[in-house]
């Protein structure tokens, strides 16, 4: 299936081969739904979202995945490295590192804006110093480089069916949507890393606190508080949902299943955590494996509408009539056949 993704999208350099199959990798091994939504868009546009996927994934490795011997020195050392080879790479549009070399030549076949990549990597540096947010207003600073810019990353690789400027408000909120629908799955393991995204004075009207969250982390016991400040943090999260809403409809036709896809599952996990109690403290809530083979399901039979749709609009060419002699038409002006 690689190489026929490969094949589609003109990707024809052996060594740019093994680094987009090398990005479709992370994605299938981190990012089940991400890669589950990812089946459903045309195998042409597959290895532009892989090697976005890998990047990002690899940049988050650096400042999330490292042992716990490693210091935030040598982190930040690695982010030096890598935003060096970053700009290398869509400086130059190749680069050693395989992830960074998929990465530029995505940017170049998308015409990509390299300001959010370099974005990106800013807020992956404030990762590695800020470890709470006073107010949303502050946390959606943060998400403006690790998760708006995505979905305006994401955009011309997908397509539009209006101007893209008008489209770009609806996939960056998106992007949000789905970062805040992680750090609500993932307060517990966030508070493992030091670092809490729920904001401050959101906790704070709940009575909540950093120290109360370590309490419910460590000893597994539920708080009313804790459980009332997630339940807004998910209603704040279901509104981005909402500001995101009206942009599938202005994605290109073959790429909104896809996407509609995506947006279902992520929306999802908001549900799981509700069911669970507002229990992901103490650990992670997951979409039941049914619930996403049904949406993955639904996904599937969009993209057979919309290629049937496709073909329904393709025109059918206008047979010639023969020609007024006894003699069989030359190939010139043989009927021409309808293309399939």
């Given at each position: ?28 091994r981190h990012g089940k739904t991400y890669f589950l939504a990812t089946r459903l868009l045309p195998v042409d ?287 010139r002006t043989r009927p021409a056949r309808r293309i399939a």
């Open positions: 299936m690689t190489d026929r993704e490969l094949d589609a999208a003109g990707v024809t350099d052996p060594e740019l081969r093994q680094a987009y199959t090398h990005c479709r990798r992370l994605n299938a546009r597959r290895p532009a979202v892989h090697a976005l996927y890998g990047f990002a994934r690899w940049a988050d490795d650096i400042v999330d995945a490292l042992d716990a011997t490693t210091t935030t020195a040598e982190r930040a050392h690695r982010l030096t490295l890598l935003q060096h080879e970053l700009e290398r790479g869509l400086r130059t549009g190749d680069s050693d590192e395989p992830v960074v070399r998929a990465l530029a030549d995505t940017a170049r076949r998308h015409d990509i804006d390299h300001r959010h990549f370099a974005d990106f990597m800013t807020a992956m540096r404030a990762d590695l110093d800020i470890t709470d947010y006073a107010t949303y207003a502050d946390l959606r600073t943060y998400t403006y480089g690790s998760a708006e810019v995505i979905g305006l990353q994401m955009l011309p690789v997908l397509g539009t069916v209006v101007p893209r400027e008008e489209a770009a408000p609806h996939a960056a909120a998106l992007g949000v949507a789905f970062q805040l629908t992680n750090f609500l799955r993932d307060v517990g393991e966030d508070l493992d890393r030091g670092r809490v995204y729920l904001p401050a004075d959101l906790l704070a009207a709940h009575g909540v606190d950093r120290r109360l969250l370590r309490w419910s982390r460590d000893t597994g016991r539920p708080d009313r508080r804790i459980t009332a400040a997630l339940r807004e943090f998910e209603r704040l999260t279901r509104g981005v949902y909402g500001e995101a809403a009206p942009g599938l409809a202005m994605l290109d036709r073959s790429s909104r299943p896809c996407i509609r896809t995506a947006f279902v599952l992520y929306g999802g996990i908001l549900d799981a955590v509700a069911a669970d109690g507002y229990r992901s403290v103490r650990h992670r809530a997951v979409v039941p494996r049914r619930r996403r083979a049904v949406v993955a399901l639904d996904g599937l039979v969009r993209v057979g509408a919309a290629r049937l749709r496709h073909r329904a609009a393709v025109p059918r060419a206008t047979a010639l009539p023969p020609p007024a002699t006894d003699t069989p038409p030359s190939p």
